[in-house]
């Protein structure tokens, strides 16, 4: 019976040391963000509808042109975080190639939610000629822990079977939990290096799946990965390019073509906090106008 005591006694202690160290998580986050935050988030699956709702997104510009579209894919970097429309890639682009534009860059997303848009969405009519996805270094990341603490929807991930994506059920009781989100961005970056070769493979397997699907729904598109790592971290290497490479999938990185240009404060967005910094109108207009050229846009 004193065992049994002393064993209740603990459990209760645990539960109270996990319930003090989410309400620190809690008040963190709430200082991160600057904001009053909810603390129990209802969340909600991931389906066409409450992803493009959650990830806000552009609307299709240029649609007056008859030359063949171009898709865009990718976080808040490719929907142009504190840009207005006329200053966004996909605007730019728009106007500088005289064709439609459709851009499905959603912030805090990554290459999961854009495998997802692309199998599932409706296809674009008529059929794009490009389909370019904008990635970062993060989006590694973004593969096993959510972008931000408030995100509302609950994770989407996916696990491998057989070499193929399988989509996880999601919402779990985890998901709303700060203290939990923590503990895996901490588990994310204390194991980064031990497993890199493992996280690049997952990433590569969505990258060639989104090729393979683009092939499937847009035969004649030519998806082409825009990496727009403006020197922070950046865990895309010359050897991990030339693996996707091998695979079929167009490469450009933005670093290499600018010699490092786009790091330069006049590049970035001022109203970005983050370390990343995001691009301003002035980036995306070198961009536009290089990415033109190469692809005779």
Not at 128 to 138: K, R, S
Request: proline share 3%; with cysteine.
């Amino acid at each position: 019976m004193k065992k049994l005591g002393i064993i209740i006694v603990n459990l209760i202690l645990l539960i109270l040391v996990f319930i003090g160290a989410e309400y620190f998580s809690y008040l963190d986050a709430n200082k991160f963000y600057e904001q009053k935050i909810p603390y129990f988030r209802h969340k909600t699956d991931t389906t066409i509808e409450t992803l493009k709702n959650d990830g806000n997104m552009r609307k299709p510009c240029g649609l007056e042109y008859k030359k063949k579209p171009i898709l865009i894919y990718g976080c808040s970097v490719a929907y142009g975080f504190a840009l207005s429309a006329e200053e966004s890639f996909g605007n730019q682009l728009s106007e500088f190639t005289k064709r439609p534009v459709h851009n499905f860059g959603m912030s805090a997303k990554g290459l999961q939610h854009a495998y997802f848009l692309i199998k599932n969405d409706e296809k674009i009519s008529p059929e794009p000629e490009y389909v370019f996805y904008v990635f970062i270094n993060d989006h590694f990341r973004r593969m096993y822990v959510d972008c931000n603490k408030i995100d509302t929807l609950n994770y989407l991930t996916y696990r491998v079977k057989n070499g193929t994506l399988v989509e996880n059920r999601q919402g779990t009781l985890a998901d709303k939990s700060y203290l939990v989100s923590n503990f895996k961005n901490m588990t994310y970056y204390g194991l980064k290096n031990i497993f890199k070769d493992q996280i690049f493979d997952f990433a590569k397997l969505y990258i060639v799946s989104m090729k393979n699907e683009i092939k499937t729904k847009y035969p004649h598109a030519k998806f082409v990965l825009i990496d727009y790592d403006n020197g922070y971290f950046s865990e895309l290497t010359p050897e991990r390019i030339v693996q996707l490479k091998k695979e079929g999938i167009d490469v450009v990185v933005l670093n290499d073509e600018f010699q490092d240009k786009l790091k330069l404060d006049s590049y970035k967005n001022p109203v970005s906090k983050d370390i990343f910094r995001h691009p301003n109108g002035k980036a995306w207009e070198l961009v536009v106008k290089y990415l033109s050229e190469k692809y005779n846009l």
